[in-house]
């Protein structure tokens, strides 16, 4: 029988020379996205802030998650939380959970401030540097400096948004400034701590450090810290455009923190060792960072943290503790003792999920304490501290620190007594409180379907 003719095609490119392709194609992108390069990009890129910083001479403020690894700590004024997905197209959004309003005392009391964001290969600005918080300063001067109506356009890259999505986003403004008013802000102390109406700059690595600044305004600078890559990163000598972010795929732990007090141990360990190095170190130095221990009041007689200061807490008199354990136990091994409960809800998005069932338990126990009025051995009714705490003290703890705000608390920010009638809760009223809290403790970070749980038991409880 006559043997079938190669085609070209499969003279030039045999099956198993295009496998071989793949994989040495795969093995390199792998090789060139290594924690290595990361490191390394990340190293080079906070060298580029650092030099933004002495050129402007303004503080260094980190939009989290990524901003802190290219900040020295030493050099870091504050955190910041924009969401670029507050401004992808079509999805523009003021965000009242994430208000940022610490930041107007740093830009105060400084003449403005550098907001430090990277974005991924490609993109010139993350959405969060280049229309998030351009929205934010146009809805805040709206709302602070009325009289003042030259503050109140929208300012955007041009080489970034188009004019079409620039007018679209300024339609919203009204309605994002009546959200803002509706948390019940007092905006006086707001006021008092600017002089004068916010404007957003932007800088890139493409840019000269040669801004120039009315007198009319704070500055308020966004710094995209990671070069732009417009092909692939195999043409860039291992250099990683937004190479902080997206920690969870290649980090094995490793936090900004940890990063910048090891940076040149890290940097100069080959990558086979950087695995068992990294370990080591998040396992010396613990990933709840420099919090741990720490309690933060976020309402009230309400304070979160770490699950570390539970012994510490315990000890404080009138202080009632709620510890959320990264386990699930049974419920009917919860209560401790009269002023100590530990809840088993596990980890991640299922203890969120199960929140929901344990609000009912950690909310009635937290009545029955903050209503006690029993004095002292001296007669006097020791002040209450009702504490609740989780692994990070940003998310859960927060998250039942809102409930037992609305559930044990009137708009006033008197305790409900056991006689009371509470009027039924709704989002807004929810969200004025959680605005509350998160103007209190900026970097609280409750997740979504923890939020969801809370909402979901205070507006069915009388249902």
Not at 237 to 262: M, P, V
Not at 377 to 398: A, H, M, N, Q
Request: net charge neutral; with cysteine.
């Amino acid at each position: 029988m006559a043997t079938a003719t190669p085609t070209l095609a499969e003279v030039i490119f045999p099956e198993q020379a295009n496998h071989n392709f793949s994989r040495i194609l795969g093995d390199l992108k792998r090789s060139n996205l290594s924690i290595t390069n990361r490191l390394r990009s990340i190293q080079h890129d906070a060298s580029f802030v650092e030099s933004v910083a002495d050129a402007l001479q303004l503080p260094l403020v980190a939009n989290e998650r990524c901003g802190s690894w290219y900040i020295d700590p030493a050099r870091k004024t504050a955190s910041a939380y924009f969401k670029s997905t507050d401004g992808h197209t079509g999805q523009w959004k003021f965000s009242t959970r994430r208000i940022n309003l610490h930041l107007l005392g740093v830009a105060g009391e400084h003449n403005g401030c550098i907001i430090v964001d990277s974005t991924r290969r490609g993109k010139r600005h993350p959405d969060a540097l280049s229309k998030t918080i351009p929205t934010w300063c146009a809805v805040l001067n709206r709302a602070l400096f009325p009289d003042i109506p030259s503050s109140h356009t929208l300012h955007v890259p041009p080489n970034a948004v188009s004019d079409s999505e620039a007018s679209q986003i300024s339609a919203r403004l009204p309605d994002f400034v009546e959200s803002f008013r509706s948390l019940k802000i007092d905006l006086a102390p707001l006021r008092a701590q600017l002089k004068k109406p916010l404007r957003p700059f932007w800088i890139t690595q493409d840019d000269a450090l040669d801004l120039a600044f009315s007198e009319d305004f704070h500055p308020v600078v966004c710094c995209t810290s990671s070069r732009r890559v417009t092909g692939t990163e195999l043409g860039e000598g291992g250099y990683i455009q937004g190479a902080g972010d997206d920690t969870e795929n290649w980090a094995l732990g490793l936090t900004a923190q940890i990063w910048w007090k090891h940076k040149d141990e890290l940097v100069s360990t080959p990558e086979s060792d950087l695995p068992e190095l990294i370990e080591r170190l998040v396992a010396e130095e613990g990933p709840a960072g420099d919090s741990a221990g720490q309690v933060r009041r976020v309402a009230p007689g309400i304070y979160v943290g770490t699950l570390e200061a539970a012994d510490a807490q315990l000890a404080i008199s009138g202080t009632c503790v709620v510890s959320l354990l990264p386990k699930t136990t049974p419920q009917d091994s919860w209560v401790k003792s009269p002023s100590h409960m530990e809840v088993g809800l596990g980890k991640n998005k299922a203890a969120s999920r199960l929140l929901r069932d344990a609000l009912p338990r950690i909310c009635e126990f937290a009545s029955r304490f903050l209503c006690e009025t029993k004095p002292d051995e001296e007669g006097t009714v020791p002040e209450k501290r009702f504490v609740i705490l989780c692994g990070s003290g940003k998310d859960l703890s927060v998250g039942v620190a809102l409930a037992l705000y609305c559930w044990c608390f009137d708009a006033e920010g008197n305790i409900w007594s056991a006689s009371d009638q509470r009027e039924s809760f709704t989002k807004t009223a929810i969200r004025v409180k959680l605005g509350h809290i998160m103007n209190t403790v900026p970097d609280a970070n409750p997740g979504r379907a923890t939020l969801q749980s809370v909402n979901s038991y205070l507006m069915d409880w009388r249902k």
